[in-house]
Every structure is written in C-alpha cells, then in structure tokens.
C-alpha cells in the first residue's frame, strides 16, 4: 500500500454535522428522552457553548434529527421496492423490507412512533415532524394503491385500500418492535396479499 499523502486526510465533516450524527445514534439507541446533552457534548468532545452555536436547544436538535431520519428512512424503503415491477409487487415489498429492517436495528423500530411515546404535546415542533413523517408513508401507500388498482377500484376505494395496507405495515411495525420477532410482519404480509389479489381478481 502506497504512503499516505500530506492530502489524503479525508476532509473533517462540519461540527454540527457531527453533533447531529453523534445525537441520532444515541436518541435512536437510547430514546430522545434518555439521552442528555452533556452525553452528546462529551462525546463529540466540544465545549457547551460550541453545542449551542449551532443547536439553540435540545428539542430543535431533536426536529433536525427527525427531519434527517425521515430522508434516510425513505431512502432504504424506496431502495427495498424500486425494482418490483408493479406497484402490487411494490405494495408487498414494503413488508419484506419491514421484516429485514426490523431484524437489522435489533428491534428497536420506528424512531418516529418511538419519539411520539415520548412527546405527548401533539404541538410540539417533533410531534409534527412525526405526523409529517407518517403522512407521507400513508400517501406513498396509497398512491402505489390507485396504480395498483386503477382499472379496477373508484378512486375513493382505491385511497381505502392504500391506508388499509399503510395500517397493516404500521401494525405490523408495533407488534414486531413489542415482540422482538418477526411473526407480525408475516401474518400482516399474508393478509397484504390476499386483499390485493382479491382485489384484482374481482
């Protein structure tokens, strides 16, 4: 292996990069509400006041947590259906992907249902980030459902069927988190492919 160059150091990512990546593992880990601001200025080895430089308060590193989870997260799910060839092949996907994600973060599920538990003021700036957050996944279900069944369903019914299926996925997530295992996503899976296929063959 060649020496290293005097300019082959990888380029030191922004501070408040690196306190908003030392404060996502550990609000995930730990819990939002476990998880104290002198841990995360202890571990990313700064002063206090270099924290409330860039972070005016817990809460609002907290939104910025939420905010970049929802990006990362979407992406994993959007990777895990994007080559299904049909949005009903994609529709089932999602609960292959729910399974395989579970299992990888040990259970610990949604960062977003696991804040909700912990911020019960509905109006809070990261209650909205979660509402936000959920919202979409909702409208991302329904919308591969008024694909999946345009020539088949009214639009309304077509909408019913998508947050039916958002439901299963999201029921599925609880209950696997609850259990620590995987039975819930396969019961949910199974009940996911027969409401489509009746669906479609009626």
């Excluded at 730990?30 to 972070?55: C, L, N, P, R």
């Excluded at 039975?183 to 489509?196: D, F, N, S, T």
Aim: aromatic share 10%; proline share 4%; glycine share 6%.
């Amino acid at each position: 292996m060649p020496a290293a160059s005097a300019n082959s150091n990888p380029t030191p990512i922004p501070k408040r990069d690196e306190i908003l990546q030392i404060a996502s593992r550990l609000f995930y880990e730990q819990g939002f509400g476990a998880t104290g601001i002198k841990q995360i200025i202890d571990e990313a080895g700064i002063a206090k006041g270099t924290f409330y430089s860039h972070f005016q308060s817990k809460e609002q590193l907290g939104v910025a947590w939420l905010r970049a989870r929802h990006a990362t997260w979407n992406g994993w799910f959007e990777e895990a259906i994007r080559n299904r060839k049909s949005a009903g092949k994609k529709l089932l996907a999602t609960f292959d992907f729910l399974e395989s994600w579970l299992a990888d973060c040990n259970y610990r599920g949604c960062a977003f249902l696991n804040t909700m538990a912990e911020t019960p003021d509905f109006d809070s700036p990261m209650r909205e980030e979660v509402t936000a957050h959920k919202n979409q996944l909702h409208e991302r279900f329904q919308k591969l459902a008024l694909e999946h069944f345009a020539d088949q369903e009214p639009e309304a019914s077509a909408r019913q069927l998508g947050s039916v299926l958002f439901l299963l996925f999201e029921g599925a997530l609880v209950e696997t988190q609850n259990f620590h295992d995987t039975w819930p996503v396969e019961v949910a899976r199974v009940q996911a492919k027969k409401l489509i296929e009746q669906e479609s063959a009626s």
